[in-house]
């Protein structure tokens, strides 16, 4: 999928391409959820810094681990 065709679809098909190696995909997700997860760690521990090291952690670990995502065991 090219980059414009990814801007539409659920997350489950970005995280699809992401597994089938579209790095664009990667992009879409962390765009859609980095402020979600910012904004949710810096709320519990009041802390700019943590928060930021926290939003990296996760999607690092994303990245990695993409080749475990499996789609019949969730959704989005």
């Known amino acids: 999928m090219e ?4 801007q539409r679809p659920a997350t489950t098909t970005c995280l699809q391409q992401l597994v089938l190696g579209n790095d664009d995909a990667f992009a879409i997700i962390v765009d859609r ?5 910012s ?3 810096l709320i519990s521990c009041k802390k700019i810094k943590e928060a930021e090291d926290v939003v990296q952690i996760v999607f690092l670990d994303v990245f990695r681990k993409k080749g475990l995502f499996d789609p019949s065991k969730g959704h989005t």
């Not at 980059?3 to 990814?6: E, K, P, V």
């Not at 959820?33 to 997860?37: A, D, M, V, W």
């Open 3 to 6: 980059w414009g065709d990814l």
């Open 33 to 37: 959820y980095q402020r979600l997860i």
């Open 39 to 41: 904004t949710a760690w």
